[in-house]
């Protein structure tokens, strides 16, 4: 049982890669209230590591107004459910034109569960092969580039890598590393 009762819901807008809609619910003591939500459909997030080198791709982020530094991720077009593991796959040769030999799930992250439906899962890849980057059109400014890691630690440390999925999955993979 929920300890939220879910009464009736109301989709009041979508688009290509989301929906937003307002519940009405019944809460455990039986009083009455809203939740609005975003509906998207999973992402995956992928690490690609060679080594001691982490691929990174900067894109501008229009709703911070800035450029941003993180790792390859994203859902299919359309607000479509992939496999997790194909979705990644994808993500990785879209974004940055590696191919992986090795994907190995390490994780799962919810984006903002307070108001969001959305949970992405994380993806170690390694064995990579270069090759040429299928970017969608809101990608045509990305750029990709190899990072140390020790570099990458410095960027997250100064404040110049802030988003929190690729802060988040980070930490996933130093505890994957850690528990082998």
């Known amino acids: 049982?929920?300890?939220?009762?879910?009464?009736?819901?109301?989709?009041?807008?979508?688009?290509?890669?989301?929906?937003?809609?307002?519940?009405r619910i019944r809460r455990p003591d039986g009083s009455a209230g809203i939740y609005g939500v975003i509906d998207k459909p999973d992402y995956a997030l992928v690490i690609p590591l060679d080594g001691e080198r982490l691929m990174l791709v900067e894109q501008y982020r229009y709703p911070l107004g800035a450029r941003r530094w993180e790792f390859p991720q994203g859902t299919a077009p359309d607000r479509a459910e992939l496999d997790p593991a194909e979705l990644a796959a994808r993500e990785l040769r879209e974004e940055t034109g590696l191919r992986a030999g090795s994907m190995v799930r390490i994780g799962t992250l919810d984006v903002a569960a307070g108001m969001s439906s959305q949970r992405g899962h994380v993806y170690l890849a390694t064995d990579l092969t270069e090759g040429l980057a299928e970017r969608e059109l809101e990608e045509q400014d990305m750029r990709a580039a190899w990072y140390p890691r020790a570099a990458f630690e410095m960027m997250v440390r100064a404040g110049e890598i802030t988003d929190a999925q690729s802060v988040a999955a980070y930490t996933q993979l130093l505890l994957h590393e850690h528990h082998r």
């Open 1 to 23: 049982m929920h300890p939220v009762e879910r009464l009736e819901s109301t989709r009041v807008y979508a688009n290509a890669w989301m929906t937003v809609r307002e519940d």
